[in-house]
């Protein structure tokens, strides 16, 4: 007779709980661009630096899995032509807005993202946002204003950010509405290529300029393969198991993480506004993630063990 012992099953953490830690390990890995990239783009032209970046970005993408962008539909490289798009706008807009305004204004206005993700989940999906889920974009924008405010004018480089803001809303919507597990990798490089002629264009009328130090080249490929490669094929697949505006909230920890490695690496003082702003910030997150939901606030469909589950937002 064969004694058969009990097994305890061990049970996976959900998707949305994955999801949720890959979009924080994405912002932590935008923040810390902040501290590498100070100076850099006053030696090498910025569309000249994001149009390398993200050719590096795609070739990373596509080695790692070559077959991938085949795999999809024609659909979803439609999808993918038109997030790269409306990505690589974003960027290019932020970029020329920040010549002509502060970088503290700059993060705070692109941070208005956090509103337009519901406004535009509303408009364009008829998406019903609950009244927690506006407290904690409120929270949010409260916080990000702290972290970065210290004075603010309108003007023409405030009005190109706050267009890459809206923008950013876009992209996030829409990576939420076309993302799936099995399309991330392949939508991730055809974003990432579509991003690499945006940026391309740009900078080619006065050539396409490289790092000439080793320290840059460093920022660069770091800038590409963990802020870039890495990062957007996790947003993508996170983003297929989480409501647009909670991903929109939980990525605005990328200021307080920005702080947090400047104090950390850069040698900056933890002041009033870092401990208050990521204060407000953190709490938009706990609110959106630990507060009562309404029964019609739902994330994506995620398979589990075969059957479709709904979770809450």
């Known amino acids: 007779m064969v004694a058969w012992l009990p ?12 999801a949720v830690l890959g979009l924080l390990a994405v912002t932590a890995a935008w923040g810390s661009t902040f501290f590498l990239l100070k100076d850099v783009v006053e030696r090498v032209p910025v569309s000249d630096f994001l149009a390398v970046r993200f050719a590096l970005a795609a070739a990373a993408v596509w ?8 795999a999809l539909t024609p659909a979803e490289r439609r999808s993918g032509v038109v997030l790269g798009l409306v990505y690589g706008a974003a960027q ?5 807005g920040l010549q002509h305004t502060s970088a503290s204004v700059s993060g705070f206005v692109t941070g208005m993202y956090v509103v337009f993700t519901p406004l535009l989940g509303a408009v364009l999906l008829r998406a019903r946002i609950g009244r927690v889920v506006w407290v904690a974009v409120a929270l949010s924008t409260a916080g990000l204003a702290v972290l970065s405010l210290q004075g603010f004018a309108i003007g023409g480089g405030e009005a190109l950010t706050l267009a890459s803001a809206l923008l950013y809303g876009a992209h996030i919507v829409g ?15 055809v974003q990432l290529l579509t991003i690499t002629v945006v940026c391309g264009a740009a900078a080619a009328p006065g050539g ?3 790092p000439q130090s080793g320290h840059d080249w460093f920022a ?3 800038m590409a393969l963990v802020a870039g490669a890495l990062a957007l094929v996790v947003q993508t697949w996170a983003q297929a198991h989480l409501a647009a505006t909670r991903a929109a909230i939980i990525m605005t920890m ?12 850069g040698g900056e003082r933890l002041g009033p506004r870092v401990v208050v702003g990521g204060a407000l910030v953190l709490a938009a997150m706990y609110l959106v993630e630990l507060g009562p ?5 739902q994330d994506v469909a995620e398979e589990v063990g075969g059957v479709t589950h709904v979770g809450p937002v």
Do not use: N
């Open 7 to 18: 097994v305890t099953a061990v049970r996976r953490p959900p998707a949305s709980t994955l």
């Open 63 to 70: 080695l790692l899995a070559p077959r991938s962008v085949a």
């Open 92 to 96: 290019l807009l932020q970029t020329v």
């Open 175 to 189: 990576l939420g509405l076309w993302s799936s597990s099995r399309s991330a990798i392949g939508l991730t490089v």
């Open 208 to 210: 396409v300029v490289l």
């Open 220 to 222: 660069l490929v770091y």
């Open 254 to 265: 990328e200021p307080v993480f920005a702080g947090l490695f400047a104090v950390l690496l």
């Open 293 to 297: 939901r309404r029964p019609d606030e």
